[in-house]
């Protein structure tokens, strides 16, 4: 059974940081293409940034810069660092992990960005 758990989000002020952690299990990660969406109140979601199996990253031109998508294939986990968050940065973010042409779905954690 494929499990995707994800961490790390919560309330920031403009211009912190957090990084999100996506842990995955019953999967075979090295596979997999990893991405991180995203989807702000009111909004479609979105892709934020994906890594591929390759080590090609694909970002978003709102957060080219500040944020960076990384993996660790021996802990089974994708990481997506977030720097000089912004207001419009506010959404609830998911991990999904597509091995085989077959994608899995985190439950979303949610990141605010507020003073």
């Known amino acids: 059974q494929v499990q995707l758990v994800e961490s790390g989000g919560g309330l920031v002020q403009p211009g912190g940081s957090l990084r999100l952690s996506c842990a995955a299990s019953g999967i075979i990660f090295r596979f997999a293409v990893t991405t991180w969406y995203r989807q702000g109140p009111g909004k479609q979601r979105e892709l934020a940034a994906r890594?591929?199996?390759?080590?090609?990253?694909t970002y978003a031109d709102s957060v080219k810069g500040r944020f960076t998508i990384s993996r660790d294939n021996a802990k089974n986990t994708v990481y997506l660092q977030m720097n000089n968050l912004k207001p419009e940065d506010t959404a609830v973010y998911y991990c999904?992990?597509?091995?085989?042409?077959?994608?899995?779905w985190g439950q979303g954690t949610q990141v605010t960005v507020s003073s």
């Open positions: 890594l591929i199996i390759d080590g090609s990253t």
């Open positions: 999904n992990v597509n091995v085989l042409n077959i994608a899995y």
